[in-house]
């Protein structure tokens, strides 16, 4: 537990031990392994007697100040970093459940999540079912007897639906499940899971923790028990974060709650210039009064986060020509970069999807998605404007 108080300040003065040379930011530990000071140190350390580095694919001081940080900003007991987001979703998951095992989800997750349910556990005999995020009834009525997760995004990917994290977090204690909450679009910044009651809250480090682009990792945050057995199971099958990765994603949580404070006010500036646009069908944004779950967002999110959905009239071709006459705005699949990204998700992040799949999560063909970076905003907004026009 972080003896400070303030989000910013748990962030940038979490740090790890200083070594004997006084440094004042924390060095980087590029060391595949680390000494004993004598053979009964080594032998209480693997006994776990004993706390302490052995072999970075265990445990590196970088990736303990990293982890650290996450856990003192999303009020969690324990954590583990991995090399991406996707192996903290599949460790979150594969390490608590065996064959036999059922995982209630929501409908809307992102598409190498959906992949994971429908084809890579199948072959372990874990079985999945989906559940309407803006349905709450149907949730319980889809708990078996063997379910023994539940697990959603919100704000959901792309379609950024909200689903009520204390209504979820009561859902699952009242059947004794664990509930795992993907918190990569929120951030701990905007929102923390475990306060509703989540066990495990996941991220992808690359979106915005990381926050421009240059790397790779994930986080697994949670009950100290969980991670316990989570951290066994990432101990032997490897899916370590690098040190360096860890001491850059470190340095980026210094300046993730001044960076997610312009990501929401300029999303919402651009949200509200483009609802009701005459070239649009849709914009979404969790914190438009238009958004279904408006009040909802408002109750458990600090700010509206960084991401805008919006349909382009005229269906995919129209989508495509917009995102092909954009100048400045990024065309890639990445999110939660200091450079404004467009993605089409029906043919990239979402394409293994069927029609009917995404259709049911509202990921339409003329659906684009925006991550809002930390450019001036009316630069953002005149690029958009000029692919409309330019578009018809």
Not at 152 to 173: F, K, R
Request: glycine share 8%; net charge negative; proline share 4%.
């Amino acid at each position: 537990m972080s003896k400070y108080k303030h989000f910013e300040t748990k962030a940038i003065r979490n740090q790890t031990e200083r070594s004997p040379f006084r440094e004042h930011s924390a060095p980087l530990y590029m060391t595949s392994s680390f000494t004993f000071d004598d053979a009964e140190q080594a032998r209480a350390l693997f006994a776990d007697e004993e706390e302490g580095n052995i072999y970075t694919r265990f445990s590196n001081p970088n990736n303990t100040e990293f982890i650290d940080k996450l856990c003192a900003l999303e009020g969690t007991d324990d954590g583990i970093a991995t090399a991406s987001g996707m192996a903290a979703m599949f460790a979150s998951m594969v390490a608590l459940l065996q064959s036999g095992d059922h995982i209630l989800a929501s409908r809307s997750v992102f598409g190498s999540t959906h992949q994971l349910f429908t084809q890579i556990f199948p072959k372990w005999g874990i079985q999945h079912s989906y559940a309407d995020i803006n349905n709450p009834e149907e949730w319980e009525s889809k708990i078996l007897p063997n379910t023994k997760m539940i697990f959603a995004e919100t704000p959901s990917n792309p379609a950024l639906d909200i689903i009520d994290l204390e209504w979820l977090g009561q859902l699952a204690n009242n059947h004794g499940l664990i509930l795992n909450i993907d918190n990569c679009f929120a951030t701990p910044y905007l929102q923390q899971p475990a306060i509703y009651g989540a066990h495990i809250v996941t991220h992808s480090a690359t979106k915005f923790i990381d926050g421009q682009g240059r790397t790779i990792g994930g986080a697994i945050l949670g009950d100290k028990e969980l991670i316990k057995d989570i951290r066994f199971f990432a101990r032997h099958t490897g899916p370590s974060l690098s040190p360096f990765n860890g001491w850059l994603l470190s340095k980026s949580l210094e300046t993730l709650a001044v960076r997610m404070d312009r990501h929401c006010e300029s999303a919402l500036k651009i949200a509200e210039y483009l609802e009701g646009h005459e070239e649009l069908e849709l914009v979404k944004y969790p914190f438009l009064k238009s958004h279904p779950q408006y009040e909802l967002a408002k109750k458990q999110m600090k700010l509206g986060g960084g991401l805008v959905t919006f349909i382009v009239k005229g269906g995919i071709d129209r989508g495509r020509r917009f995102l092909d006459s954009l100048q400045m705005l990024s065309l890639t699949a990445n999110l939660g970069d200091s450079r404004t990204i467009a993605t089409h998700p029906a043919s990239t992040t979402h394409s293994k999807l069927t029609d009917e799949e995404r259709a049911e999560v509202g990921i339409l063909p003329g659906l684009v998605r925006i991550s809002v970076g930390l450019e001036n905003v009316n630069d953002i907004l005149e690029d958009i404007e000029n692919a409309l026009n330019a578009s018809k």
